[in-house]
């Protein structure tokens, strides 16, 4: 138990659907990250937030669409998927200043989607 | 981002030492070596990291070599939960105010036999 928490952990979607992956941190973090982690690739970072604001983008298409209405959550709408999407959704946290510094990152267990 | 690289996969023995190597030649000054492992079905995990000196937790060690251009995780007494991929990331202690992305490449595949 990390203390990072994510549903659901598994969704299965048309490419039609919208719906909406939800991570949730108990550890008084300010930063929080969505990663991706496809078949046979590294893991790849998507969205950073630190303290609410989006500081990192990593190109990501815009049919991922992160929210983060506080520090404690953090949510990833999906809409109009593409089967090459299907994939492990990774969440993590960190404690994070403004001045800099190095910290840990918290994963959550991951959400695995897979787009028909 | 400076590079890491690992080899893709070790195999060792149940309750023997394991000594997984990483090189980062391209290493500068402020860059921190982490280590994070990721076990079948569940998201990465923290390990250890460390700037200059050798690093000692509950989980490994970690030894740095003089330059900074290698360094080596250190599993003392592995045991099978410790079968796992295990990445060697740098992070640059001034970037991101201390909310930076991790660079994750392949990692090292341990595999520990009984």
């Known amino acids: 138990e990390t203390g990072v928490t994510q549903t659901p952990r598994h969704l299965v979607m048309g490419m039609t659907n919208k719906k909406s992956l939800k991570c949730e941190q108990h550890l008084g973090h300010n930063a929080m990250y969505w990663y991706k982690q496809s078949a046979k690739k590294p893991l790849e970072l998507m969205f950073v937030y630190n303290f609410k604001e989006q500081t990192e983008n990593n190109s990501v298409p815009s049919r991922f669409s992160p929210e983060c209405p506080n520090s404690s959550h953090l949510f990833l709408h999906l809409h109009t998927l593409q089967p090459e999407d299907s994939a492990l959704y990774l969440c993590?946290?960190?404690?994070?200043?403004?001045?800099?510094?190095?910290?840990?990152?918290?994963f959550g267990p991951g959400t695995r989607l897979t787009v028909t | 981002d400076a590079k890491t690289t690992q080899p893709n996969s070790m195999e060792s023995n149940e309750e023997e030492p394991v000594h997984l190597p990483c090189n980062h030649s391209t290493i500068s000054g402020t860059d921190y070596i982490h280590w994070y492992r990721q076990l079948p079905s569940q998201g990465p995990e923290y390990v250890i990291h460390?700037?200059?000196s050798n690093v000692n937790n509950r989980m490994a060690s970690l030894a740095i070599a003089e330059d900074r251009k290698s360094s080596t995780l250190i599993l003392h007494r592995a045991t099978l939960r410790d079968a796992a991929v295990y990445y060697c990331?740098?992070?640059?202690?001034f970037g991101g105010g201390g909310a930076d992305g991790l660079t994750f490449g392949k990692g090292t595949h341990l595999i520990i036999q009984p």
């Open positions: 990331i740098l992070r640059d202690g």
């Open positions: 460390g700037l200059t």
């Open positions: 993590a946290s960190s404690q994070s200043t403004l001045a800099g510094g190095v910290y840990e990152q918290y």
